[in-house]
């Protein structure tokens, strides 16, 4: 067969021609069938075949003993076969050769073989000692050859080069006794084990060369040599840098290690830290993080790059120095950078730069800002990275990492990581600014919807206390309430509405005002309850977002003047009771399901609580924490509110500082109600027949008990009022009828019956002998009303106190 020769050119190296000749390879394609679908001309020098007489037809033609069974039956199983071959050339002798098969996949599961023997044999023997010496010293691997005594033998060129010996000064020394370095040690200890177990040896070295700017990392690999009687002859050393490689695993650790830190609230001054300790030390010896102060107001700051000198705050700062002595700006206060300086350049160019600290730079520096530049100095900073903080087409600040304890200056792989991780702090710090913006205002519309200060009423002693959550969390729909009723009673709420943020605060206002209209209209706990149930879910209908709006809430009216309270609530918690006589429980008030659920009816439950019984009712944040369920939580308050305290204030206190942690991760409402009660003298009730005659009785009754009470100022108006609600009650009402009067902050007048039809206030035309009654009533007192019992209804005016 013909052979091709490798003739080198006028400069000594072999022509691409010649390196590279396919006819040296005799290949051929069988497909899936057997048939000869390929057929090149070193297929032709091998056989004698020119294609044309081969491709189409079966490839066993050319087999003349066939393939052993046993190949067959493998094939389709293998992506390789190799073996020796025996075919038939077209001169008719036979030919063994060493055969390689590769099988090549296609779509719809069929392949075919690519079969190739070498037509030639190679250039160089392989018993070439000078070609292979040659070879061990130009290979691009680094490698050393070591005899089982440690010594060296032969070291390659790479090897030379990365030590910066030549061989002839490391021959016949040791690892250890060549590099100066505890892993020098390592690795003898490794080749050791290697001639011991005859097994190969891997490890990880990290050292710095001498002759080397910087450490580097290595991969070596020890392999025993052996003759071949089996006996160790040495240890052949391979090293493979991969310092490049280590340093891409330490930016992206530290990038991961970024993606965990960074954010991790939503405060941004500790963002910004968490910036700078991330960056130290691994990218930069001192870290500086300075925001334009633009950004600390209500509105977003302006767009595009601030130009010139540039005012900056420090908010956070770190180094590789306890202290942080290279700090020249104190965290929180404002500095003027120059034009020149890395951070207002690189806002500027609103892009990363990096700036080598020459000695022309340092005597900038000190021109225009001489205590920077003698910190500079002092410290050797010699490379600075600034890196604008931009987020959402805002610049925001910038972050300016140094060196001066790292002797490599900042690369283009450092200017990319410290945008990367500066990118990430600044969407983080965005996050933060809107949503601390968003939490003023939230706070601002919660703080003006709840009371600002708690209505006069002579039914319940309160304390309150509201606590919004911390700031990861956000502003809640935590809301209570004290609305006095009339006859002098009262109402205590508490409510929460689901969510966090403006959302919820405008939500809690809705409810509010709705609780206060309804209490309005003295509807019993169950009742307004249901109708408070039916506007949470129209304000759902109508509501413009993806969430669900629901709330919870518990309703309970107190009267002074028979100590009966009536509770309901719609999926609250329920309330507390403390008794006069240091007895501590839950009410067990009808669970409902919570507003905004719809479908069932709420139940109320009524009891009689003692004069100075103490009623704590509260929001879930206070019983529900991470570090606790609700049962462990419930049962801290009822430990909590055992020892009784006179003063309410110091309750409300004690409660706080013992079931909370310092940053509540919910809103907490607490409203603390001690109980009082309007005795006898305060409290005058007459029962009035149905009969027109007992008006005038009811007015003298009331002007005794007026007389009683010295109110004798108060007499004209309360017999006018009498005369009206008793008279409209005889003639338009069912008995029973009684008449009470209650003294109290003010003077009222109740007139009940067992009718539970409304009266209305009509305007009287001129002739009209009636109508007049209520209007009359209306125009004298400062509020009427009135409101359904179990038995009918009761007719109410509350007139002012004279001196009041």
Not at 443 to 467: F, K, N
């Amino acid at each position: 067969m013909a052979r091709s020769a490798s003739v080198p050119g006028e400069d000594g190296r072999a022509s691409s021609k010649e390196v590279v000749d396919e006819a040296a390879t005799a290949k051929a394609v069988v497909d899936e069938h057997g048939i000869v679908t390929g057929w090149n001309e070193g297929a032709r020098r091998l056989l004698g075949y020119r294609a044309s007489e081969v491709v189409g037809r079966p490839g066993a033609a050319l087999l003349p003993d066939g393939l052993p069974p046993d190949v067959l039956s493998s094939l389709p199983t293998r992506p390789r076969w190799n073996g020796r071959v025996t075919l038939l050339h077209r001169a008719g002798h036979s030919l063994t050769v060493n055969l390689l098969a590769h099988l090549r996949q296609y779509g719809g599961g069929h392949g075919e073989w690519l079969l190739l023997t070498a037509v030639t044999r190679p250039g160089v023997s392989p018993d070439d000692d000078a070609f292979l010496t040659r070879s061990f010293t130009q290979s691009t691997c680094t490698t050393a050859l070591y005899d089982t005594r440690l010594r060296l033998v032969r070291a390659n060129a790479d090897m030379e080069r990365v030590l910066g010996l030549p061989e002839e000064a490391m021959r016949g020394l040791r690892v250890s006794e060549i590099v100066h370095h505890p892993q020098a040690d390592r690795t003898e200890q490794h080749m050791r084990r290697a001639l011991e177990t005859g097994e190969r040896q891997d490890l990880q070295l990290s050292l710095h060369l001498a002759g080397h700017e910087r450490a580097s990392v290595w991969t070596v690999s020890l392999a025993p040599v052996r003759a071949d009687d089996g006996r160790t002859q040495g240890v052949m050393l391979t090293a493979h840098d991969m310092t490049e490689q280590h340093l891409a695993r330490q930016r992206l650790d530290l990038l991961n290690e970024a993606s965990l830190r960074i954010g991790s609230t939503l405060d941004l001054v500790r963002t910004a830290q968490e910036l700078a300790d991330v960056a130290v030390p691994r990218l930069a010896d001192f870290v500086t993080v300075d925001l334009l102060p633009s950004i600390e107001g209500r509105e977003d700051p302006p767009t595009g790059s601030p130009r010139g000198p540039v005012r900056l705050r420090r908010v956070a700062h770190q180094s590789v120095l306890e202290g942080c002595p290279e700090a020249v700006v104190p965290n929180g206060t404002l500095a003027v950078y120059p034009d020149k300086s890395a951070a207002a350049e690189c806002l500027a160019a609103g892009r990363p730069l990096i700036q080598q600290v020459t000695a022309e730079a340092m005597e900038h520096v000190l021109r225009q800002t001489p205590e920077r530049g003698e910190r500079m100095r002092r410290f050797g900073f010699h490379s600075v990275l600034a890196v604008p903080m931009r987020a959402r087409g805002l610049t925001l600040g910038v972050a300016t990492f140094s060196r001066h304890r790292t002797p490599e200056p900042f690369a283009q792989d450092d200017l990319l990581l410290g945008q990367e991780i500066t990118d990430r702090a600044a969407l983080c710090i965005d996050n933060a600014r809107r949503f601390t913006r968003e939490r003023a205002t939230s706070l601002t519309l919660q703080s003006s919807l709840l009371p600002q200060r708690l209505p006069e009423q002579s039914a319940v002693d309160i304390a309150s206390r509201y606590l919004p959550a911390s700031a990861q969390a956000g502003v809640g729909g935590d809301w209570f309430d004290v609305i006095p009723l009339s006859g002098a009673r009262v109402a205590l709420v508490v409510g929460d509405v689901v969510g966090h943020g403006i959302q919820a605060s405008a939500t809690m206002g809705r409810l509010r005002t709705a609780v206060r209209t309804l209490a309005d209209v003295d509807l019993p706990p169950d009742e307004l309850l249901t109708h408070l149930d039916d506007l949470v879910n129209h304000l759902a209908a109508g509501a413009d977002s993806t969430g669900d709006i629901g709330a919870t809430c518990l309703y309970a009216v107190y009267d002074p003047v028979s100590r009966r309270c009536a509770l309901a609530r719609a999926g609250h918690p329920v309330p507390a009771l403390v008794t006069p006589d240091g007895g501590v429980e839950f009410l067990d008030v009808p669970a409902g399901l919570p507003l905004g659920l719809g479908g069932l009816p709420f139940e109320a439950m009524e009891l009689e609580l003692p004069e100075g019984s103490v009623l704590t009712l509260y929001t879930d944040g206070l019983v529900e924490a991470r570090f606790r369920d609700i049962d462990e939580g419930m049962d801290a308050l009822l430990r909590t509110l055992r020892p009784a305290d006179t003063s309410l204030e110091r309750t409300c206190d004690a409660v706080l500082r013992t079931m909370l942690p310092d940053r509540p991760a919910d809103d907490v409402a607490l409203l603390v109600a001690r109980t009082r009660v309007l005795d006898a003298f305060h409290v005058a009730a007459w029962d009035v027949p149905p009969d027109t005659a007992a008006v005038a009785a009811s007015r003298r009754n009331a002007s005794r008990q007026l007389a009683e009470w010295g109110l004798d100022e108060c007499a004209f108006v309360t017999e006018l009022v009498v005369s009206e609600l008793v008279t409209n009650a005889i003639r338009h009402a069912e008995p029973p009828i009684k008449l009470r009067l209650i003294y109290d902050r003010s003077l009222i007048c109740e007139v009940s019956d067992g009718s539970t039809t409304a009266p209305h206030m009509r305007r009287a035309r001129t002739y009209d002998e009636g109508g007049r009654g209520l209007l009359l009533v209306a125009q004298t007192c400062q509020g009427w009303g009135a409101r359904h019992t179990t038995n009918g209804k009761t007719i109410w005016a509350e007139q002012a106190l004279p001196g009041r």
